[in-house]
């Protein structure tokens, strides 16, 4: 598949749009409810991959800007995101719950503080 260098606003909303799902798949459901759904995790963890290799592409192709947002993790986004591709059968649900209900509302909050689309390089 052919890399296409998309602009930084694009990868910003990406990964607000990604946790914004989860957010949506998992509205109203506790842990045992989380555990024991796989299509949930499923979707879950398709978009925590898409939140991390968008961070990925932020800290490689806008390095001045991932730099000047240092304050969001974007090394342990893309790490995460390796994690759940490539150990796929080894999955630690718990980590992924404990990522969706205290990780990813300060990190929706953090991107969405970010310069608006007018704001930063393109």
């Known amino acids: 598949m052919k890399k296409v260098n998309i602009r930084l ?3 910003l909303n990406h990964i607000a749009q990604a946790i914004e799902r989860i ?3 998992t ?3 506790d842990k045992d409810v989380w555990l024991g759904n796989t299509l ?3 979707a879950v963890i398709r978009n925590i991959e898409i939140i991390g290799e968008a961070s990925h592409n932020v800290q490689t192709l806008h390095q001045e800007f991932a730099k000047n947002n240092a304050d969001f993790p974007w090394d342990d986004a893309y790490w995460m995101r390796n994690v759940l591709s490539h150990g ?3 999955v630690d649900l718990d980590i992924v719950w404990e990522t969706i209900t205290s990780d990813l509302p300060v990190l929706l909050e953090k991107v969405r503080s970010m310069p608006s689309n007018d704001d930063v390089d393109q």
Request: cysteine-free; hydrophobic content about 20%; proline content about 7%.
């Open 88 to 90: 796929y059968f080894q």
């Open 27 to 29: 509205k109203g459901i």
């Open 40 to 42: 949930i995790q499923d």
């Open 23 to 25: 957010n949506t798949y």
């Open 9 to 11: 606003p694009d990868y």
